[in-house]
T-cell receptor, first 116, second 112 residues
Framework: DTAVSQTPKYLVTQMGNDKSIKCEQNLGHDTMYWYKQDSKKFLKIMFS???????INETVPNRFSPKSPDKAHLNLHINSLELGDSAVYFC???????????????FGNGTRLTVT | GEDVEQSLFLSVREGDSSVINCTYTDSSSTYLYWYKQEPGAGLQLLTYIFSNMDMKQDQRLTVLLNKKDKHLSLRIADTQTGDSAIYFC????????????FGQGTTLQVKP
């Protein structure tokens, strides 16, 4: 199946731990993103990579570090987890193109992170 | 700046039409999108409209764009219980990064 897949689907961990979320896309896209969805369902972009190069780095704590080993993968590592990090994290991909190019985002099913 | 606003909740009866509204601020947006999120799932692209169009129809979905007022709407005809979900309006962000700016989402509740 062609898709954006992320693992794990659920992640429950204690404060202070370090955890990673993995994302892979087989759509041939050149750009990948991490979005955070809070408890009110608000979606906010965190990071974006285009061809393994970081192009968006919104105001996110340094404890969050994205890594893109190749253009089909974008992982998110989180150090020293805090209660406020609890959220659903979505990976997405698109083909960037020019500003006039239609490039909808294709989303994974999300990773629900719960920090206790 | 870039901002997208939606009303938070809409309740309709099965068989009625639903209209979900959205306003955006970036007049240079080239594309505007509607996504659907069912419980426990990711966002699914429903439809989109290019900024030089004012209407697009796709089966039960009709998108209307008023560029002057920066207003976008999604009409779902003959709403079914399976349409119950959160609907997100999104505009393509400036700067050619490809990112989308999302509204807060409108929860559509369809009563039988």
């Amino acid at each position: 199946d062609t898709a954006v897949s992320q693992t794990p689907k659920y992640l429950v961990t204690q404060m202070g731990n370090d955890k990673s979320i993995k994302c892979e896309q087989n759509l041939g896209h050149d750009t990948m993103y991490w979005y955070k969805q809070d408890s009110k369902k608000f979606l906010k972009i965190m990071f974006s990579y285009n061809n393994k190069e970081l192009i968006i780095n919104e105001t996110v704590p340094n404890r969050f570090s994205p890594k893109s080993p190749d253009k089909a993968h974008l992982n998110l590592h989180i150090n020293s987890l805090e209660l406020g990090d609890s959220a659903v994290y979505f990976c997405a991909s698109s083909q960037r193109g020019q500003s006039s190019y239609n490039s909808p985002l294709h989303f994974g099913n999300g990773t629900r992170l719960t920090v206790t | 700046g870039e901002d997208v606003e939606q009303s938070l909740f809409l309740s309709v009866r099965e068989g009625d039409s639903s209209v979900i509204n959205c306003t955006y601020t970036d007049s240079s947006s080239t594309y505007l999108y509607w996504y659907k999120q069912e419980p426990g799932a990711g966002l699914q692209l429903l439809t989109y409209i290019f900024s030089n169009m004012d209407m697009k129809q796709d089966q039960r979905l009709t998108v209307l764009l008023n560029k002057k007022d920066k207003h976008l709407s999604l009409r779902i005809a003959d709403t079914q219980t399976g349409d119950s979900a959160i609907y997100f309006c999104a505009e393509k962000g400036s700067g050619n990064t490809g990112k989308l700016i999302f509204g807060q989402g409108t929860t559509l509740q369809v009563k039988p």
